[in-house]
């Protein structure tokens, strides 16, 4: 719901204006920080950091491409997000995966 509600803009902020902040080729592309552009701000939808929801999913996709919440720890989520270049084992019970690219086309 949190990713949702700020690719809609209807709270009057979110991703419109957000860029990739940060690039590790192979591994991650990081963006969602709607505030500072950088990695050091951006807020849920409840105001500020919640819990991580559960490790359901893997970082274990072959080339990538599911999209996790970033955090600075166990349940500090809020709105910045990456998507995966690779399998990323290591982010495994860190980073919550909730979502992944369909296809290349939905990429364009």
């Not at 963006?31 to 552009?37: A, K, L, P, S």
């Not at 849920?44 to 996709?61: L, V």
């Not at 600075?72 to 995966?84: A, D, E, K, R």
Request: glycine residues 16%.
């Amino acid at each position: 719901e949190n990713f949702k509600q700020l690719c809609s803009g209807d709270l009057g902020y979110g991703y419109a204006k957000s860029t990739l902040h940060r690039v590790v080729a192979g591994f991650v592309l990081q963006g969602g920080d709607y505030e500072n552009h950088n990695g050091t701000g951006g807020k849920s939808i409840w105001g500020g950091k919640f819990e991580d929801e559960g490790f359901k999913f893997s970082h274990t996709r072959p080339g990538g491409g599911q999209l996790s919440m970033a955090n600075s720890g166990p349940n500090t989520n809020s709105s910045q997000f990456f998507f995966t270049l690779d399998k990323c084992k290591s982010l495994n019970g860190k980073h919550v995966v909730f979502g992944e690219v369909l296809d290349e086309e939905s990429m364009n």
